[in-house]
């Protein structure tokens, strides 16, 4: 998807992780997003994953950021990771939908977005936040992140070239792959 601009949003299927280093063009990406908790010390999923591939420095380094509310994002260096930035952001615990979750997620996406434009990233691969363990249902999700991605691009229509919805399985990635579809 290209809305109004050279920014490319893509769903892909696979591990955040191991994407990193490769990028759509092989050459990796500037940052990646954690779907952190809000102590930013590392968890289960996504957030575990990324802690252990980025290494101890990055605990040293989330400690000094004093937490994270839901909705914020905060960044730091990629350390182990093929990155320059991790950028962290607490997903909202799905809750039945009528606690505000939506617009916490869509918050997410925006901050995380906002973070990466003040670094200057160009690339960046976000994971389907909240849908792991914090319940939120993918197809609800995935309206709520590429909907928000979208409106993001087209405010900002130059701030990056490459936004990577990261699907880890072929069922999330078949519901953001539609979402995009749906918005274009």
Request: glycine share 14%; hydrophobic share 40%; with cysteine.
């Amino acid at each position: 998807m290209q809305p109004d601009g050279p920014t490319v949003i893509e769903a892909v299927e696979g591990n955040i992780v191991t994407l990193a280093g490769s990028g759509d063009s092989g050459a990796g990406f500037d940052a990646i997003v954690n779907a952190a908790n809000s102590s930013l010390l590392g968890g289960g999923g996504v957030d575990g994953a990324i802690h252990r591939a980025a290494g101890p420095d990055l605990v040293h380094e989330c400690r000094l950021l004093g937490g994270c509310k839901t909705g914020q994002a905060k960044a730091t260096r990629g350390h182990r990771l093929p990155v320059r930035h991790i950028i962290h952001t607490v997903g909202p615990v799905w809750r039945g939908g009528d606690a505000g979750e939506a617009e916490q997620l869509a918050d997410c996406y925006r901050n995380a977005l906002a973070c990466a434009q003040q670094l200057g990233v160009r690339t960046i691969a976000i994971p389907a936040i909240s849908t792991g363990i914090f319940g939120y249902p993918t197809d609800q999700a995935a309206r709520v992140a590429v909907a928000t991605v979208a409106d993001v691009v087209r405010r900002n229509p130059d701030a990056f070239d490459l936004i990577a919805l990261v699907c880890f399985g072929a069922g999330a990635f078949d519901i953001y792959r539609q979402a995009i579809e749906e918005i274009d």
